[in-house]
């Protein structure tokens, strides 16, 4: 099962941009499907984006055009690309990784966009 390590959030104003990168440990990376999370405070955990392990990305609807989802699978890292950030886009943010039987997920990082 991959570990996986967290980076790139932090303090943003509105508008601005960010690159969040979760870096896996292991040899098979590239047989997971990739999922990008957050959870804001006083609400449920939202699913962002997803990669599959083929390449085939997802995201919703209040992030289409402004997150995109990307995979390197030869350097065993996901990313999340972030623009155009609204205050609204405030949350942890938690990369998970799955493949069959294997579900793992990462510390979580905050991201906070300031007014």
């Known amino acids: 099962q991959v570990q996986l390590v967290e980076s790139g959030g932090g303090l943003v104003q509105t508008g601005g941009s960010l690159r969040l990168s979760c870096a896996a440990s292991?040899?098979?990376?590239?047989?997971?499907?990739v999922y990008w999370y957050r959870q804001a405070p006083g609400k449920q955990r939202e699913l962002v984006a997803s990669?599959?392990?083929?390449?085939?990305?997802y995201s919703t609807d209040s992030v289409k055009g402004r997150f995109t989802i990307s995979r390197d699978n030869a350097k065993n890292t996901a990313y999340l690309h972030m623009n155009s950030l609204k205050p609204e886009d405030t949350a942890v943010y938690y990369c998970?990784?799955?493949?069959?039987?294997?579900?793992?997920w990462g510390q979580g990082t905050q991201v906070t966009v300031s007014s």
């Open positions: 292991g040899s098979s990376f590239r047989n997971y499907d």
């Open positions: 990669m599959t392990s083929s390449g085939f990305p």
């Open positions: 998970a990784a799955r493949w069959d039987l294997y579900d793992t």
